[in-house]
């Protein structure tokens, strides 16, 4: 099971990527008991824990079996019809972490910090989905190297 979140109507939903398909979640309350449980934003499932996972794997396995009737609800696209988002489009806090890769710190005579080194991003320009080109805050240096 992949979880991620659909572009639609200028907000995002939820959804399931099933092979070369994405289940819209939202979309699926219309046939699917299970789907009505689920909170409308990944953020609030995954708070859901061990419930809301198991909710996924009920919806998981009704389209896998019944696939044709997702489809012909609108719940069921080929990914190439639908606009991927970040799997948690609006996160609470986002945070970058530094010197944590060990073969990097050897190569440049550092020892590895006893803590690891986190920080704020200083822009919100840190997430992108392809084929969305990354985003680099304007403050960002540019290198062609």
Known sequence: MR??????????HPALVLG?????????????AAARLLPADMLAIFEGGGA???L??????????NAAAYRSCGALKPLGAVKLAAPIPR????????A???EHLK?????PPATPLSWPP???????????PPACPRSAPRSTA
């Open 56 to 65: 996924l794997s009920e919806i998981t396995a009704a389209a896998s079996t």
């Open 100 to 102: 944590n890769y060990h």
């Open 52 to 54: 809301a996972m198991r």
């Open 122 to 132: 200083p822009a919100p320009t840190w997430c992108c989905v392809p084929p969305s």
């Open 3 to 12: 979880l991620a979140s659909l572009a639609v109507d200028g907000g995002f």
């Open 107 to 111: 190569e440049m005579n550092s020892p």
């Open 20 to 32: 070369e398909e994405a289940l819209d979640l939202v979309s699926a309350r219309a046939i699917n």
């Open 91 to 98: 996160p609470r806090v986002v945070m970058a972490v530094g």
